[in-house]
């Protein structure tokens, strides 16, 4: 059986690793003061960042068309593909996942949606398990993404947790307590659910607590380290885990600025890691 993936642009997922799989990678909709831009062009991301401060509105998101993701079902399927794996960014915090779902319809059971339950690299390492074992078929694939799943850990450190505020993606009285407080919000992703799991003062404090969490555990197999905007900071905490825990972090590690489609709901000035324990 010949398995082809698609995924969606909040998977974050690195063009070489897209074009070494041979992923198909559709993107959603950022959409500032009115005007639409697909994911990734018309405005990179450190142009995002830099101006989303200052915007007097914040941005707000779309999903694909289910146009979109037809058009790429029915091109793997022309091309040999005899089954489509399509997963996607966490159904409870996105309406991707569903459109993805009524474009399947159109397909005869060729075409199967999964929810990762994650965003950024925490789908991405997902996805990426599927390709491993695609040559393998359909169930080899699912299975991967199962024990992935089961090993994944997401959490970030936000510079304030208005964005999210805005959002709708955390209740009101959790966010309002960061506001008031002036404090720095520890955030976990589990299950699809946005939940705060501590809070700090400052960015050095923030820090910190992430390399804790990351640390607890034992061994990984997959690390992103993740942020918006906030590339000398990343890079400052990838330099402390090396000097603390090389023997135990993979050879491999992402550095990835998130897409603006999830910064714009995070806010600039973020760090945070998606990890798969071995």
Avoid: W
């Amino acid at each position: 059986m010949k398995l082809g993936i698609v995924t969606d642009s909040t998977s974050d997922i690195p063009k070489y690793l897209v074009e070494q799989y041979e992923l198909e990678v559709v993107p959603s909709i950022l959409i500032i003061d009115g005007k639409e831009y697909v994911d990734g062009i018309g405005i990179s991301r450190e142009e995002f960042y830099k101006r989303l401060p200052i915007l007097k509105t914040q941005p707000t998101t779309a999903a694909p068309s289910i146009g979109e993701f037809s058009t790429r079902y029915e091109s793997l399927l022309t091309r040999g593909c005899d089954h489509i794996l399509s997963i996607h960014a966490a159904g409870a915090l996105t309406s991707i996942l569903n459109v993805a779902k009524q474009a399947a319809n159109d397909f005869s059971n060729r075409v199967t949606c999964v929810d990762s339950t994650s965003l950024s690299l925490g789908l991405g390492f997902q996805v990426l398990a599927a390709a491993e074992a695609a040559e393998m078929g359909l169930q080899a694939a699912l299975a991967a993404i199962e024990s992935a799943h089961k090993r994944l850990h997401v959490s970030a450190a936000l510079d304030t947790m208005e964005y999210l505020k805005q959002s709708g993606r955390v209740p009101a009285t959790v966010a309002m307590l960061g506001s008031l407080l002036r404090i720095k919000p520890l955030i976990e992703l589990t299950n699809g659910a946005v939940k705060a799991i501590g809070v700090v003062r400052t960015t050095s404090q923030a820090n910190e607590r992430m390399l804790k969490f990351l640390l607890e555990g034992g061994e990984l197999k997959r690390l992103a380290i993740l942020h918006t905007g906030a590339e000398p900071r990343a890079k400052e905490f990838l330099n402390e885990l090396m000097q603390r825990a090389s023997q135990f972090v993979p050879r491999d590690i992402l550095m990835v600025n998130v897409t603006t489609v999830i910064g714009t709901h995070v806010g600039p000035n973020g760090l945070g890691f998606a990890a798969v324990r071995k």
